[in-house]
């Protein structure tokens, strides 16, 4: 059973890092500020994101102003650090357990302490702090994570000022970077006279603006090509060896890929009504806008009672495709979750198996059951396991703060499909479209993945039994002794195709790749801790994220103090991560012999303190 506080922080609304700065609250101006210099910087190596956003602020009144921001994240990249300089003071997120964070901002709140939160609602991160009058601050936010090859390309959203009109001082300096291909195709949407200057494992992008209009929807766009269809990297630190496996053959003929048949399943309860429905509304149109005439398809929507679209399977003719989303359009969200009648109704749209077509059904669902057939979780899943006798790879998306996301992954899980959490304050649509561009290309009825020599493995795609999509990536982590062999077999409609790579020892030239395989890791858990609340799971993910300095939503938390505060609230805090087993090869974190900022530096990340407002709130 979840323990009370953990459930709150699971599916709590908000989810925000605090600061004690000791500074009297003071009565803050309505009109909203924006900063006088917008700075991006980083690079991509492969597909591993490290980058700063950097935002300047200066209050020419004399009274003091609220500064706030909001800058969202795409999925796959995570906050990793936060620092504020304010005069002659600097701040710095310091990572602790969550239950730590909320206490540390509890006592806060009583000392009358002003508070800086960075504050995760539906339009991403938001930031807010108390400038003093004639003053200025600058706001560092580091962010980390992974991009995930899609249609043949990597997109990297950067939306600095989304929804806002800010004229600043901008500029970008963004390096992209392989180490086993060309980078070509390379673009930053949203602005012009873009410098660009070449690099022998890479290109170096370049932009600079003395007072202009900051784009709301940056975007860093590049493709690698001349890279091989599967490829091992390697990297030791010494003490362990890190894999990375990359699986992204394309299939250039789409004569040889395959026809698509699908049923999208959208709830449509009454806990869906009000913005939930019109972002799922939003995605499933657009969904359906990209079949093609070769495909077919039908649409259920469900909440206490089932309704079909069609009661067969249509081709997506241009017709078909209008009047589906005409009908998703006019749905309207009321009643209880029939979640078993609804995927019933969904498997039994397929007649058929074959070789030479996928059958998918995607489910989108915001609620637990509560009405239908079947209730508890452990009978919908055997059920509709043994339901499905033709193939169909079940993908599904939990949608929201009372979704039963392990009943969800455990459906995808054992019916060879994918499963995704849509946060509640995530942009849902966007979110939802990116999960169905990872399904949307099937080159190959199934793929196996086998490997030899590997003493861990990590992956957020099925390595055996499922369609495989063109263009995508597939990218599996791990840990190994020695030498390690991965064999990889893939049914195109042209026949099988087999790719074999074995590497021997690593070395220590790619020493981003244990943050690769860092980040891989804490997702991987995440994922298994929803399926199973298992405690030792919940124990590594707490662990590496102190060792690594990587905040992770719901299990660890960053608290802001200055330099001289950081050495003592090192010392208490990570005297915690020695009762937890750390992950074996892994040494242990002894951080009161680094100097403060060292701690930072050593890996240019924050954290996010979950969730302590509203916990607060509540309480």
């Known amino acids: 059973m979840m323990e009370p506080w953990r459930k709150e922080i699971a599916f709590a609304l908000a989810v925000m890092?605090?600061?004690?700065i000791s500074v009297p609250p003071a009565l803050a101006q309505t009109v909203q500020m924006t900063p006088t210099r917008v700075k991006v910087s980083g690079e991509i190596m492969d597909n591993y994101v490290s980058l700063m956003y950097e935002l300047t602020f200066v209050n020419e009144l004399t009274e003091s102003q609220e500064v706030q921001w909001s800058f969202p994240l795409q999925n796959g990249l995570r906050l990793s650090n936060v620092s504020l300089v304010r005069g002659n003071e600097t701040y710095w997120g310091h990572l602790m357990e969550i239950r730590e964070a909320i206490q540390r901002y509890n006592e806060s709140v009583e000392q009358n302490k002003t508070a800086v939160l960075v504050v995760q609602s539906y339009d991403g991160y938001f930031l807010s702090f108390n400038l003093e009058g004639s003053a200025s601050a600058t706001v560092r936010v580091y962010v980390e994570g992974l991009l995930r090859r899609m249609g043949g390309v990597y997109t990297l959203s950067l939306p600095v000022a989304k929804n806002q009109v800010v004229q600043a001082d901008f500029e970008i300096n963004v390096t992209v970077r392989c180490g086993y291909g060309d980078i070509e195709g390379y673009s930053i949407k949203g602005v012009s006279s873009l410098t660009v200057n070449y690099l022998s494992d890479g290109v170096n992008l370049q932009y600079s603006g003395n007072d202009v209009f900051v784009p709301s929807d940056?975007?860093?766009t590049y493709a690698i090509i001349n890279q091989p269809d599967s490829k091992i990297l390697t990297y030791t630190n010494g003490t362990d060896e890190f894999f990375v496996y990359l699986l992204a053959p394309v299939v250039a003929d789409t004569a040889a890929t395959y026809q698509?048949?699908?049923v999208f399943v959208l709830d449509i309860s009454g806990s869906m009504q009000g913005e939930k429905i019109e972002q799922a509304k939003e995605a499933f149109v657009s969904m359906m806008g990209d079949l093609t005439d070769r495909d077919l398809f039908n649409v259920i929507a469900f909440s206490s009672e089932v309704h079909t679209?069609?009661?067969?399977?249509?081709?997506?003719t241009s017709e078909n495709i209008q009047n589906a989303q005409s009908w998703v359009v006019g749905l309207n969200a009321e009643g209880s979750t029939?979640?078993?009648g609804a995927c019933k109704t969904g498997l039994e749209m397929f007649t058929e198996s074959g070789s030479d077509f996928i059958n998918a059904m995607i489910v989108l669902s915001d609620g637990q059951p509560t009405s239908g057939e079947y209730l508890e979780p452990d009978d919908i899943i055997v059920n509709l396991s043994e339901l499905n006798t033709n193939a169909v790879s079940i993908s599904t998306i939990a949608f929201g703060e009372g979704a039963d996301s392990s009943m969800m992954a455990n459906l995808a899980a054992s019916n060879n499909g994918f499963f995704t959490f849509i946060e509640p304050d995530e942009e849902a649509?966007?979110?939802i479209l990116e999960f169905y561009k990872m399904l949307s290309v099937p080159a190959a009825t199934n793929y196996s993945i086998g490997i030899t020599g590997a003493i861990e493995v990590n992956s957020l795609s099925p390595l055996f039994g499922s369609p495989f999509f063109n263009g995508s990536e597939?990218?599996?982590?791990?840990?190994?002794?020695?030498?390690?062999q991965i064999q990889t077999s893939i049914e195109y409609s042209t026949g099988p195709e087999d790719y074999s790579d074995t590497v021997g020892a690593a070395t220590n030239s790619s020493p981003h790749l244990e943050r690769v395989w860092a980040q891989s890791r804490i997702s991987f858990l995440v994922n298994q801790f929803a399926v199973t609340n298992d405690t030792r799971q919940y124990e590594e993910i707490v662990t590496l994220s102190f060792y690594y300095g990587i905040v992770v939503r719901g299990f660890t938390g960053l608290f802001l103090a200055t330099e001289a505060e950081y050495m003592d609230l090192a010392t208490a805090t990570y005297t915690l991560t020695t009762t937890a087993a750390a992950p074996p090869g892994l040494p242990g974190v002894d951080v009161s012999i680094m100097p403060p900022l060292a701690i930072v530096g050593l890996v240019s990340i924050v954290a996010v303190a979950a969730l302590v407002i509203f916990v607060k709130v509540r309480r």
């Not at 679209?309 to 997506?316: D, P, S, Y």
């Not at 597939?474 to 390690?484: A, F, K, Q």
């Open 474 to 484: 597939i990218m599996v982590t791990g840990r190994y002794n020695g030498s390690l």
């Open 218 to 220: 940056l975007e860093v």
């Open 429 to 431: 649509s966007t979110e």
């Open 338 to 340: 029939n979640f078993y």
């Open 309 to 316: 679209l069609w009661t067969e399977l249509h081709a997506a």
């Open 260 to 262: 698509r048949r699908y």
């Open 17 to 20: 890092m605090v600061a004690m």
